[in-house]
């Protein structure tokens, strides 16, 4: 066959390595396109004058932009048969990346686990995106549903792997230059509130709420390279348990991502994903609503000029956050679409 069906769940092999097509030189063509689809507004990814002042070399690419151009390279050869993502863990933003930089992506099976109905299994991977030295620039796991080809087929070797519950606060920021937070201007950047102003337990409603177009989960899922079928193929959608097309659970993250400026402006990066979870499928004309709590505040080894908050970002869709929506007995509210539990980086 010339053409790629994608790997069926009895197509991997624990520990095995996938590189991955095709390596992508990021422009700032592309941050504009991701700005203008989700609307973020941190400092020091907007303006090389801000970031040069705090330390940076000039503006960094967005992390999640990072993210999803290294997740869309998986996306091929790790899940274009996938039912569902369902998880993140050990996420690390390991070095900043800037425009004109080129990403590549190499992905190792760390675990398989068939379904009890034989029809699909569960595939872990940890991938790694590099740049074109060579070096890590970020590192996460994810584990995804995937179809199989035929029920029958048996499948050499399973394993669960054990994955940590956090990333730890002395894994993150180690690749971030020095920064200068005295000359972060809080003014420029939208918010007064430093690491030290945000406590333990404390909740935000990040007010805003974001409507999804058709065209723009559609353009935002190809900016990134991903070919996953279920975003983009209508006619072979009416025929799921939905009937129409599934929204990219990133749009989700990055939706979230950039409604929770109102109340963490000055969260201006991402160092690890600990925990990830689509709780509910999106869909076009749905609207984002966003709410964080506060799980940690953490000093960083060897850093004064930054500290930590570990958060967990709830999304929603078609109800806004002042409630803080999460949990409805035992279940999960059934407005809630994303639960994202991760560490973002802010100014002492």
Partial sequence: MKTNPGRFFEDFRLGE????ATPRTVTTGDVSLYTALYGPRFAVQSSDAFAAAFGYA???LDDLLVFHVVFGKTVPDISLNAVANLGYAEGRFLRPVYPGETLNTVSEVIGLK????RQTGVVYVRSTGTNAAGEAVLSYCRWVLV???????????????????AVAPEELAAALPPLNAGAY???????????GDYAVGERIDHVDGMTVEEAEHQIATRLFQNTAKVHFDGFAAKDTRFGKRLIYGGHVISLARALSFNGLGNAFSIAGINAGRHVAPLFAGDTVY???EVLAVAELPGRNDVGALRLRTIATKNQPCAAHPDKVGDATDPAVILDLDYWALMPR
């Fill in 17 to 20: 390595t996938i590189r991955h």
């Fill in 58 to 60: 000039r503006a960094p």
């Fill in 114 to 117: 068939e379904s009890s109905n």
């Fill in 147 to 165: 179809r199989k080809r035929d029920p029958e087929a048996t499948i050499a070797a399973e394993a669960v792997p054990s994955l940590a519950k």
């Fill in 185 to 195: 201007d809080l003014g420029l950047a939208g918010s007064p509130h430093r690491v």
């Fill in 290 to 292: 966003a709410w964080s």
